[in-house]
């Protein structure tokens, strides 16, 4: 059995769909379904039931799941020990400033625990790159949000958050349990530099063209706010600053932490980071 068709068995019983799972591993589904057939073939027995519903794993697709699990980890960690040996255990993550997210230091420490001769340098950037540098090569792997330009990156979505605007505490809608984007629309807000990634800049704008001050960090969103009265939107979960209130808005999609890294990148700390950032956020989310 190849390390890779493993790959390809255990994406398809953790998604239980074909599709999904296709779309997870950046591939089409029907050489997915090719290479599970195979497997089948190779182990003698069917190891999913197919429905028009989706699959299921049968006992034996079971036992597999558990023993590829088991293989691919301890391939990983051969790979990484291989780096470590050979003294360019080094890996850059990018992360956006003022990053608050518990899940960064809880990932952080299963990391650590888990590749103790890893030396992992951060580099942080501000809003105006949502890839924290890794369209320009800055850094291996950014832990990030998204949406942004995805072009030759995998994205691997970890967390969805809530999104709300961010307002004076004296500010007349500040008062309210919700808002939707409409009750905004008049006012103004502040804004990313042009130039500034597109599908990022219409996320954060609410899809509409903005007038206000323009902005590069979470403090400067803080400071316009405070001294302009000017509104934007912020994660709904992080607590302003004093004389400032958030108030979430239902028609604003949840904001995506994500993992990204560039499509084809051999690096073979990357697997293993992206496993173990997966399961920190599972962790938060239990």
Request: proline share 6%; glycine share 8%.
């Amino acid at each position: 059995m190849e390390l890779r068709t493993l790959r390809y068995f255990v994406a398809v019983a953790e998604e239980l769909h074909f599709g999904r799972a296709a779309a997870r591993l950046h591939m089409s589904q029907p050489p997915l379904s090719r290479a599970i057939k195979a497997l089948e073939t190779e182990t003698g027995a069917l190891l999913f039931e197919r429905s028009p519903a989706g699959v299921a794993l049968t006992p034996v697709g079971a036992v597999l799941l558990d023993e590829a699990r088991a293989l691919l980890d301890q391939a990983d960690r051969l790979r990484v020990r291989i780096a470590t040996a050979a003294e360019n255990a080094v890996l850059t993550v990018g992360l956006m400033g003022d990053c608050r997210d518990p899940g960064v230091r809880r990932l952080a420490h299963a990391y650590r625990e888990r590749h103790p001769g890893v030396e992992v340098h951060i580099r942080e950037t501000d809003l105006t790159d949502p890839t924290c540098g890794l369209h320009a090569g800055a850094v291996d792997v950014a832990l990030t949000r998204a949406p942004f330009d995805g072009t030759g990156l995998v994205v691997t979505e970890l967390q969805a958050d809530p999104v709300g605007a961010l307002l004076r505490a004296d500010d007349p809608l500040a008062g309210r349990a919700s808002l939707r984007l409409a009750d905004l629309a008049d006012r103004r807000w502040f804004r990313l530099p042009e130039g500034t990634d597109r599908t990022w800049q219409s996320y954060w704008h609410g899809g509409e063209v903005r007038e206000g001050p323009v902005v590069r960090t979470v403090q400067e969103c803080r400071q316009a706010v405070v001294w302009n009265g000017t509104v934007g939107m912020t994660l709904a979960g992080h607590a302003p600053v004093e004389g400032l209130v958030v108030v979430p808005v239902d028609d604003m999609p949840p904001s995506r932490v994500v993992l990204a890294w560039r499509d084809g990148d051999g690096n073979p700390l990357l697997r293993s980071f992206a496993q173990v950032a997966a399961e920190a956020y599972r962790t938060r989310a239990r």
